[in-house]
């Protein structure tokens, strides 16, 4: 049962388009996987229609429409002039992999499209996967802890938001599993440790690098790399 959602300021700015892309790649992760937060969206869906009906028209340039079918056409007749087909990139099969198999549609497209994975190995317990966005402000990744792995506990600098996609893990503040949603901003101090029976793997949002707590601070952190793409 899924117990930790976006909360409702979140799932507003997503239903309006205003959220930032990396942040509501993780909200349509989570949706995808919970039904009462799809719920809560279509109501906020056909509030968000209602009022618009409600509103004033705006004028239009009458040329406008033409204007875009116009670019439209002319970069059809580019692409089929150039004679030349881009080379379909190999889609990556993760069949063999469970922790993989089922992914969220929305984040099973994006890997689709980033093509193989790049694991890096982060410490005894952690790997994790830089994935391609497209924007510069959040780096967005896979962390995969391994069965019964404990992460360095550590501090945030930025916001973090977290979503659980395969297995589950634990805090001191509670158990995570499949669809939960977590948001973690700076002074919020953890350390997730994955249960015994089954590797866990989350999908993470970070707007920077995290400050690993501890006597082996001073020596992680300046290495600690953060990249958005």
Not at 110 to 118: A, D, E, F, M, N
Not at 161 to 179: A, M, P
Request: glycine share 6%; hydrophobic share 35%; proline share 7%.
């Amino acid at each position: 049962m899924i117990r930790h959602h976006p909360d409702n300021n979140m799932l507003l700015e997503y239903a309006a388009g205003s959220l930032p892309w990396a942040l509501s790649l993780a909200v349509s992760a989570h949706l995808q996987l919970c039904p009462q937060c799809r719920q809560q969206r279509e109501n906020l869906d056909r509030i968000g229609g209602a009022l618009l009906c409600d509103s004033a028209p705006q004028s239009v340039d009458t040329a406008a429409f033409d204007q875009l079918m116009g670019r439209i056409e002319h970069e059809d007749q580019q692409e089929a002039s150039s004679g030349e087909a881009a080379p379909a990139k190999p889609r990556p099969v993760y069949s063999s992999d469970p922790v993989l198999a089922d992914l969220p549609k929305v984040i099973r497209k994006l890997v689709t499209s980033t093509g193989p994975l790049k694991w890096r190995r982060v410490s005894s317990a952690l790997r994790t996967s830089r994935l391609n966005t497209g924007q510069d402000r959040y780096e967005v990744a896979f962390q995969r802890i391994c069965r019964g792995g404990k992460v360095a506990e550590h501090d945030h600098r930025g916001r973090e938001v977290t979503v659980v996609l395969y297995g589950s893990f634990s805090d001191s503040e509670g158990v995570y599993r499949r669809g939960d949603f977590l948001l973690r901003e700076p002074g919020d101090v953890h350390r997730p440790i994955a249960t015994q029976d089954q590797e866990c793997l989350c999908l993470s949002v970070v707007e920077a690098p995290v400050k690993v707590t501890g006597l082996l601070g001073w020596l992680i952190n300046p290495f600690l790399s953060f990249r958005p793409a």
